[in-house]
């Protein structure tokens, strides 16, 4: 891989419980365990960001490729939901996630490709494929 950009950030505190900064400042946040997990939730936590980070980048994956066929993307959006869980024996913990995207100015055919496409070009979908569930559901399309 030739890299194009290269994202750097420390975390530090009590990992979960702690803060995370980018290098350059723009990344400042208090990180908490969710109250699901016996946490405050009174800050953001590592499953969130990697929620935010892969439904951004498969959103802009899904714009690339619907430019190179000229598809109309208006009103689109791409939501992610990232399932924290406890892997099955003493193998720890793992994560499986959920892509809900609207491409409500395409025909359902038209979606599903462009779909399947961002799905190859997408560097989050290429960094988990193989690792993790990833299910992509298309909710909202043109009748």
């Known amino acids: 891989m030739k890299p194009l950009y290269t994202a750097e950030a420390l975390a530090s505190g009590e990992g979960r419980d702690g803060s995370a900064r ?3 400042g723009k990344l400042d946040v208090s990180l908490a365990s969710p109250v699901e997990l016996g946490g405050s939730g009174r800050g953001t936590n590592p499953e969130q960001l ?3 980070g892969y439904a951004a980048c498969f959103h802009s994956a899904l714009r690339l490729v619907a430019r190179q066929v000229r598809a109309d993307l208006t009103d689109s959006a791409v939501a ?3 399932h924290l869980g406890q892997l099955d024996g003493p193998a ?3 994560l499986a996630v959920e892509l809900e995207i609207a ?3 395409l025909d359902l055919v038209t979606a599903e490709a462009l779909v399947a496409k961002a ?3 997408c560097p989050y979908s290429n960094a988990t494929r193989g690792n993790i569930r990833v299910d992509i559901k298309i909710l909202e399309y043109a009748a």
Do not use: M, R, Y
């Open 103 to 105: 491409l409500p100015a």
């Open 22 to 24: 980018s290098n350059d």
């Open 92 to 94: 720890g913990f793992g």
């Open 50 to 52: 990697f929620a935010a």
């Open 80 to 82: 992610a939901k990232v």
């Open 119 to 121: 799905h190859e070009v």
